[in-house]
């Protein structure tokens, strides 16, 4: 079998998985689904102000909620490889002629879509609150989401083969996730934020993934942020997509 039969045979898999077990999918979806309800309209208050870059301030507030989702979408995805490998499914893998990238990136696929239908779903619900939508920025959005979706699955398998327990992965990926997103802005703009962290902020993918989601779905947007954040994200995802495989081959070997 060619790369790409495998990999269609082992995503396919996972989206049954997935389907069969969609409590997951929409525990990731209250988070953001809460923050939209709850939190959302207290920023109502801060309508104008030029932190905000621009007079809807929802559209400032979403796309932090949706590169969030996609952080928490791919960080924690390693827990069911470790499961796999209890099962002993990843054990038997080593034993098929089975492509172990394919193996790979079928999962992550799977990561990327899931995310992906959640975003969508996110958006769909905002609309009725006020958020509107800019399609030509949309679409450069979605790239973004998906390409941080895959760099933390991919970081999240990679760590899951390396420590095969829940309770060395659990405090990892809590340790990371917390400090990313807080600072990353997702709730209030960086430029609030002293100088230091300002500074330690342009170091972090997920920053970098907010800052040019709000400016697509702003009223003027700003090319360089756009051009920065795919300058950022796409060689990380090669670098991490590089040290997954070498995990993957290691070990499924």
């Known amino acids: 079998m060619t790369f790409l039969s495998n990999l269609q045979l082992f995503y396919s898999r996972k989206i049954r998985e997935a389907l069969r077990n969609p409590a997951f ?3 990731t979806l209250t988070i953001p689904l809460l923050y939209l309800l709850l ?8 309508t104008g102000m030029a932190e905000f870059g621009s007079t809807n301030v929802l559209n400032f507030f979403l796309p932090g909620m949706i590169v969030v989702l996609a952080v928490f979408g791919g960080l924690f995805v390693g ?15 080593r034993v098929t002629p089975a ?9 992550v696929l799977r990561d990327v879509t899931s995310v992906m239908v959640q975003a969508i779903i996110i958006i769909a619900v905002a ?24 760099i933390f699955s991919a970081f999240s398998y990679a760590l899951a083969l390396i420590f095969k327990s829940e309770d060395a ?11 990313i997103t807080l600072l990353a802005g997702f709730l209030l703009p960086m430029s609030l934020a002293p100088g230091w962290l300002q500074v330690a902020a342009h170091f972090n993918p997920v920053y970098y993934a907010i800052e040019a ?24 995802l090669g670098l991490v997509s590089w040290w997954a495989i070498r995990k993957f081959k290691t070990v499924i070997s």
Request: glycine residues 6%; aromatic residues 10%; without cysteine.
């Open 79 to 93: 827990f069911g490889m470790i499961d796999e490998i209890r099962q002993g499914v990843i054990e038997r893998f």
């Open 25 to 27: 999918v929409m525990m």
């Open 39 to 46: 939190f959302a309209p207290m920023l109502k208050r801060f």
């Open 213 to 236: 989601s709000r400016t697509l779905m702003s009223d003027h947007i700003d090319a360089q942020v756009v051009m920065e954040a795919y300058a950022f994200l796409i060689p990380l």
């Open 99 to 107: 492509s172990r990238l394919a193996l790979l990136f079928g999962a």
């Open 127 to 150: 609309i009725p609150f006020g958020l509107k939508v800019n399609i030509p920025g949309l679409l450069l959005i979605f790239p973004l989401i998906a390409m941080l979706t895959a």
């Open 169 to 179: 992965l659990a405090p990892i990926t809590q340790g990371i996730s917390m400090p």
